[in-house]
């Protein structure tokens, strides 16, 4: 039986973004919010291992109440519980903050062997907070996990180290931050979604919690990056114009020599 924590951020579709061409800033309007993708991996391996273990998986997330529809999301995957920290409008908190809500959220849904978060956020891709979560429960860390499997108190996991993959154990309790390699995440079933419409999620206040929310990292803008076109012409018969593009990227860099 494995006792197993999620934790979630709900971010904003990437696919349904616009830029304001006069200010470069991002329009937020209007877009609909979901699971962090690396996030929904981390629930889909939760419930996999929760499958072939037995125990409970547990799902914990940080924001406003529209949060709430992540948590749905989650409840309708499978998931036992599900927690909402209650971060009201106290706007973007940073990697630390939030890390610090979570660990303490963690502790107080009672026991756990394992916490799964996803390698990164895709908004902020920061990569911060599961290590963090990690660091304030005291327990040991395995990033970037692209296969997992547990045996008894031990995690098997493979790492993606970019350049080659490094197999590793390590006894529970454990965190890991999982790839979107790791799994392809289920789509609930009618009869599932039937089954978790009789769960609500528990809200945690911050207060309560015990945590300062006093970032020390405050985001100033975002905009979108300018591209500069050279808008260059290179004219000539077919063999000259091939030999003048290929000398061109090669003087750019953009192909080797």
Sequence with gaps: MVQIVVCIKQVYDIGGLKVDPKTRSLVTERVERKISDFDKNALEEALRVREKQG???IVITLGSSTANDALREALNMGVDEAYLIDAGDM???????TANLLAAAVKRTGGFDLVICGEASVDMY????????????GIPLVSHARSVSVNGSIVTAERDLEDAYETIEAPMPL?????KEINEPRIPKITMVIKASRKTAKVLNTRELGIPLSPSVKVLKALAPVTERKRE???GKTEEVTENLVRQLIKDGVVGG
């Design 126 to 137: 920061a990569a911060q907070v599961g290590p963090r979560v990690a660091e304030r429960l």
């Design 55 to 57: 125990g409970s998986v």
């Design 91 to 97: 706007g973007e908190l940073d990697a630390r903050v």
């Design 175 to 179: 965190l890991l931050t999982v790839t």
């Design 233 to 235: 012409i290179i004219g």
